[in-house]
């Protein structure tokens, strides 16, 4: 035990004055002769020798720290007994950095124990080739490559040689983009590769080219939704080039707003991402999964306004609206958005009693078409782009690229009582009953000039 005061304002010593008594200075470390710990807490006085001066004596115990221990203490431990509650605070912290064993990130999960039961096996190697370290990586078909996929990496895939080749397409795209090298006529590169840049391309290609390719046979046959999702993971393990790793975060990303994976895979996917919260985009795509396993598939790929946004590092997508009075707003769409959402928040943000009866209608080329309610909004604005492409004619090879408009009006009208909702009177009622044009009095038309919208000045 050691004289101490633990709260810093008791007796600094103790002198023996009388025979018997032991003297000591606050620091000094007294040794019990016979008694417990305990014993010297419970009563007023103990025996002990006093290891500075070598005298032996009784002294009162509420002057001692008792020091929990049955071998001699270092003078350290002892020297903190001494010192103020700061003071002991401040050595208690230095001595934690210096013993502190620096921290270290978890390691990042791979899809290497989920290949085991669900990956097809690794190509066999001659005896020359095992020798090689390099062919050794190979085998790691969970680990980044440069090389195209010879083979679907699921075996549930290997019995359909249709979808196995559209997975190992997929791949290909998914690694090359626009580095501008020419391949190979013989060979045939898939788009994971050459999205990444990982894969040399001979000509550009635009953007929702090859996210077309990537995703399109995923959203086409179930099984390749989960071929799609291994082969973006395997692509981001243990992948050392800077460029090529933010390019397969920005598909992940894609990815995750258009279907989530299987059951089976799920949780693999869900802990590839847990173990990457670091990287800038994992707890998004963590969101994203949650939203796309609530609201199901998407029915068709990513939309050019998707693709650009993730590619200019940008979560968020905005998209101005337009109403009957002439004015606009500008709203949060995401991947996962419905039409029936979107109109929800429009109604809340304009203060409407109720968004019941409008829809949302998008003006493109000479057509105005209102949006279904259940529908995912991208995938009906995707669909009518796609499909006004289709009908009008390629010039010099170039597809004309559209642009177009995003209104919010009343649709429906039996139930519209004039006075009850102040706000909807004055933005919509007034503005679409007075304006001619079957889109403006009754809010739907499929097809309609652009004299019929009232869009902006």
Same mark, same amino acid.
């Given at each position: 035990?050691?004289?101490?005061?633990?709260?810093?304002?008791?007796?600094?010593?103790?002198?023996?004055?009388?025979?018997?008594?032991?003297?000591?200075?606050?620091?000094?470390?007294?040794?019990?002769?016979?008694?417990?710990?305990?014993?010297?807490?419970?009563?007023?006085?103990?025996?002990?020798?006093?290891?500075?001066?070598?005298?032996?004596?009784?002294?009162?115990?509420?002057?001692?720290?008792?020091?929990?221990?049955?071998?001699?203490?270092?003078?350290?431990?002892? @020297?903190? !007994?001494?010192?103020?509650?700061?003071?002991?605070?401040?050595? *208690? /912290?230095?001595?934690?950095? %210096?013993?502190? $064993?620096?921290?270290?990130?978890?390691?990042?999960?791979?899809?290497?124990?989920?290949?085991?039961?669900?990956?097809?096996?690794?190509?066999?190697?001659?005896?020359?080739?095992?020798?090689?370290?390099?062919?050794?990586?190979?085998?790691?078909?969970?680990?980044?490559?440069?090389?195209?996929?010879?083979?679907?990496?699921?075996?549930?895939?290997?019995?359909?040689?249709?979808?196995?080749?559209?997975?190992?397409?997929?791949?290909?795209?998914?690694?090359?983009?626009?580095?501008?090298?020419?391949?190979?006529?013989?060979?045939?590169?898939?788009?994971?590769?050459?999205?990444?840049?990982?894969?040399?391309?001979?000509?550009?290609?635009?953007?929702?080219?090859?996210?077309?390719?990537?995703?399109?046979?995923?959203?086409?046959?179930?099984?390749?939704?989960?071929? @799609?999702? !291994?082969?973006?993971?395997?692509?981001?393990?243990?992948?050392? *080039? /800077?460029?090529?790793?933010? %390019?397969?975060? $920005?598909?992940?990303?894609?990815?995750?707003?258009?279907?989530?994976?299987?059951?089976?895979?799920?949780?693999?996917?869900?802990?590839?991402?847990?173990?990457?919260?670091?990287?800038?985009?994992?707890?998004?795509?963590?969101?994203?999964?949650?939203?796309?396993?609530?609201?199901?598939?998407?029915?068709?790929?990513?939309?050019?306004?998707?693709?650009?946004?993730?590619?200019?590092?940008?979560?968020?997508?905005?998209?101005?609206?337009?109403?009957?009075?002439?004015?606009?707003?500008?709203?949060?769409?995401?991947?996962?958005?419905?039409?029936?959402?979107?109109?929800?928040?429009?109604?809340?943000?304009?203060?409407?009693?109720?968004?019941?009866?409008?829809?949302?209608?998008?003006?493109?080329?000479?057509?105005?078409?209102?949006?279904?309610?259940?529908?995912?909004?991208?995938?009906?604005?995707?669909?009518?782009?796609?499909?006004?492409?289709?009908?009008?004619?390629?010039?010099?090879?170039?597809?004309?690229?559209?642009?177009?408009?995003?209104?919010?009006?009343?649709?429906?009208?039996?139930?519209?009582?004039?006075?009850?909702?102040?706000?909807?009177?004055?933005?919509?009622?007034?503005?679409?009953?007075?304006?001619?044009?079957?889109?403006?009095?009754?809010?739907?038309?499929?097809?309609?000039?652009?004299?019929?919208?009232?869009?902006?000045?």
């Amino acid at each position: 035990m050691a004289p101490s005061d633990m709260s810093g304002t008791g007796p600094q010593f103790f002198t023996g004055e009388e025979s018997g008594f032991l003297s000591f200075a606050k620091g000094d470390l007294i040794i019990l002769d016979h008694d417990t710990g305990e014993q010297v807490m419970n009563s007023g006085w103990a025996n002990g020798i006093n290891e500075r001066t070598k005298q032996h004596g009784d002294f009162p115990t509420d002057c001692v720290y008792v020091m929990p221990t049955v071998t001699m203490p270092p003078q350290e431990i002892v @020297a903190l !007994v001494t010192m103020t509650p700061d003071q002991r605070q401040d050595v *208690i /912290r230095l001595l934690q950095l %210096r013993t502190a $064993e620096p921290e270290v990130r978890a390691k990042p999960y791979t899809l290497e124990e989920f290949s085991y039961d669900y990956f097809r096996s690794p190509p066999k190697h001659t005896l020359s080739r095992v020798m090689v370290s390099k062919a050794r990586g190979k085998d790691r078909l969970w680990s980044h490559t440069r090389e195209p996929l010879k083979q679907a990496l699921l075996k549930k895939i290997l019995g359909s040689e249709e979808l196995s080749q559209e997975a190992c397409m997929a791949f290909i795209d998914i690694h090359v983009h626009w580095v501008g090298t020419a391949t190979s006529p013989s060979l045939t590169i898939p788009p994971v590769l050459k999205y990444m840049g990982d894969y040399p391309s001979k000509r550009m290609r635009s953007v929702n080219e090859l996210t077309d390719q990537i995703f399109e046979g995923a959203l086409k046959a179930e099984p390749l939704k989960d071929e @799609a999702y !291994v082969q973006i993971l395997k692509q981001l393990t243990d992948n050392h *080039i /800077r460029y090529s790793e933010e %390019r397969g975060w $920005e598909l992940l990303w894609l990815c995750t707003g258009l279907f989530p994976p299987s059951n089976i895979l799920l949780p693999h996917v869900q802990r590839f991402l847990q173990s990457r919260k670091h990287c800038p985009l994992a707890i998004d795509c963590l969101q994203r999964l949650q939203k796309a396993l609530r609201n199901g598939s998407r029915k068709y790929p990513p939309h050019l306004v998707e693709v650009e946004a993730i590619q200019h590092k940008t979560t968020q997508i905005f998209h101005k609206v337009y109403f009957p009075d002439d004015t606009d707003e500008a709203f949060e769409v995401e991947s996962s958005t419905k039409a029936k959402d979107f109109c929800q928040n429009i109604a809340a943000r304009l203060l409407l009693k109720s968004s019941e009866g409008f829809s949302l209608f998008v003006k493109i080329a000479d057509k105005v078409i209102s949006v279904p309610e259940n529908d995912f909004f991208f995938d009906f604005v995707r669909h009518l782009t796609d499909w006004i492409k289709k009908a009008r004619p390629i010039k010099d090879g170039v597809v004309p690229s559209l642009t177009y408009q995003v209104f919010f009006m009343k649709k429906l009208w039996t139930t519209t009582v004039p006075g009850k909702d102040p706000m909807a009177d004055s933005i919509f009622h007034y503005y679409q009953v007075s304006c001619p044009g079957p889109l403006c009095s009754w809010g739907y038309s499929e097809s309609c000039g652009p004299c019929q919208v009232r869009g902006p000045k």
